[in-house]
T-cell receptor, first 113, second 116 residues
Framework: GESVGLHLPTLSVQEGDNSIINCAYS??????FIWYKQESGKGPQFIID?????DKRQGQRVTVLLNKTVKHLSLQIAATQPGDSAVYFC????????????FGKGTKLSVIP | GAVVSQHPSWVICKSGTSVKIECRSL??????MFWYRQFPKQSLMLMAT?????????EQGVEKDKFLINHASLTLSTLTVTSAHPEDSSFYIC????????????FGPGTRLLVL
């Protein structure tokens, strides 16, 4: 079955620095990926997504990179702010079928003021 | 747009009782709703997929008779935890996929269940 995992469980960065959160996936059938941010006691919040026919997508202060060759994606956060402190999950899914998502384990990002 | 609500936000119940959790898409119609469970410091685990007007599809290991799901309309799905036990204590989160709106799932704020 599919598994989506993260390389680093925790990440501490200085305020203003860039953050990079990594994720690996195993199911080649996954054709889209989503990054979510989850603050303590809250539901996941959509950040950015990318389809498998792309290798890069940019949003406001965030960039997602997808490397299908090695089944790896990353989330880059520019000029990290204290409000970015949260747990970040990557999730993969397939548009053929029920659109179920498989979530990675999560990376806790702590921003040092 | 794409706001999903859950009610209640937290609930405490006695062992053996049943608890119903509601999930509503407030500003869109949801073809599909999903129910997840999340234990402390762990990831989200999909419990079931719910399509409006049809029976839910449960993931392996999730008891359908214990976790009753009803998706009666395009904006409401309910999860009922029957005969709850302390091991059912968890954070239950629903998500909704917009009708005709692609693959993105929008998540509710979650419901914290504590079974005593």
């Amino acid at each position: 079955g599919e598994s989506v995992g993260l390389h680093l469980p925790t990440l501490s960065v200085q305020e203003g620095d860039n953050s990079i959160i990594n994720c690996a996936y195993s199911n080649s059938a996954s054709d889209y990926f989503i990054w979510y941010k989850q603050e303590s006691g809250k539901g996941p919040q959509f950040i950015i997504d990318i389809r498998s026919n792309m290798d890069k997508r940019q949003g406001q202060r965030v960039t997602v990179l997808l490397n299908k060759t090695v089944k790896h994606l990353s989330l880059q956060i520019a000029a990290t702010q204290p409000g970015d402190s949260a747990v970040y999950f990557c999730a993969g899914g397939s548009r053929t079928g029920s659109y179920q998502l498989t979530f990675g384990k999560g990376t806790k990002l702590s921003v040092i003021p | 747009g794409a706001v999903v609500s859950q009610h209640p936000s937290w609930v405490i119940c006695k062992s053996g009782t049943s608890v119903k959790i509601e999930c509503r898409s407030l500003d869109f119609q949801a073809t599909t709703m999903f129910w997840y469970r999340q234990f402390p410091k762990q990831s989200l685990m999909l419990m079931a997929t719910s399509n409006e007007g049809s029976k839910a599809t449960y993931e392996q290991g999730v008891e359908k008779d214990k976790f009753l799901i009803n998706h009666a309309s395009l904006t409401l799905s309910t999860l009922t935890v029957t005969s709850a036990h302390p091991e059912d204590s968890s954070f239950y989160i629903c998500s909704a996929r917009r009708q005709g709106g692609g693959e993105t799932q929008y998540f509710g704020p979650g419901t914290r269940l504590l079974v005593l």
